[in-house]
């Protein structure tokens, strides 16, 4: 569905936002430094903030745009977004492929991830690598498990001919 500003969710899902940049004599400089207001929800118990993302590789340090004010819903072959994600107990799920390499780092909570049938239990301070596999989070706990991940784009995986397409 679409996504929506959960008002409440603002007030419990806080993640400070600092981003660095230069002024025009070249000093070093924070540009933002804010709470995140983009806060969606694309499912039940499920938020997300975009913290940055980028829409070239190699990125551009001089691109004057703000990265997360960007449509990252469906990414580019040059792409990279860096996102927050909440997964409260009981969220929906979503079995979905990327077609990304996913770097994740579980800052807080515990969650199981699914892949194809076999379960992972991750922990705070355990790390992922996604390489477009098939995936669902779930969080069978009793408190919000909070995930970093930074996405960057990737070909989709060829196997014997076979191409494994994002979709979820």
């Known amino acids: 569905g679409t996504p929506t ?3 409440v969710r603002k007030k419990t899902m806080k993640i400070r936002r ?3 940049g230069h002024d025009p004599q070249g000093k070093a400089v924070v540009v933002h430094d804010e709470m ?3 806060i969606i929800s694309r499912r039940p118990q499920h938020h997300s903030c ?3 993302s980028t829409g070239q ?3 551009d340090n001089q691109d004057p745009a703000n990265g997360n004010t960007r449509d990252v819903s469906v990414l580019q072959k040059q792409d990279t977004v860096f996102r927050i994600v909440q997964y409260d107990p009981g969220v929906a799920p ?3 492929r990327t077609e990304t390499i996913d770097y994740a780092i579980v800052m ?3 969650i199981d991830m699914d892949l194809d049938g076999t379960t992972v239990h991750l922990n705070q301070g355990d790390v992922i690598v996604q390489r477009g596999t ?3 989070w779930i969080n069978h706990g009793n408190v919000p498990c909070v995930i970093a991940f930074i996405l960057i784009a990737a070909n989709p995986v060829d196997l014997d001919h076979q191409t494994l397409q994002a979709h979820g």
Do not use: K, M
Request: charged share 5%; aromatic share 8%.
């Open 5 to 7: 500003v959960n008002a």
């Open 50 to 52: 975009v913290v940055w």
């Open 57 to 59: 590789f190699p990125v």
């Open 18 to 20: 600092v981003v660095t």
């Open 134 to 136: 098939i995936h669902n």
């Open 94 to 96: 979503r079995n979905h």
């Open 36 to 38: 995140c207001s983009n």
């Open 108 to 110: 807080s909570g515990s």
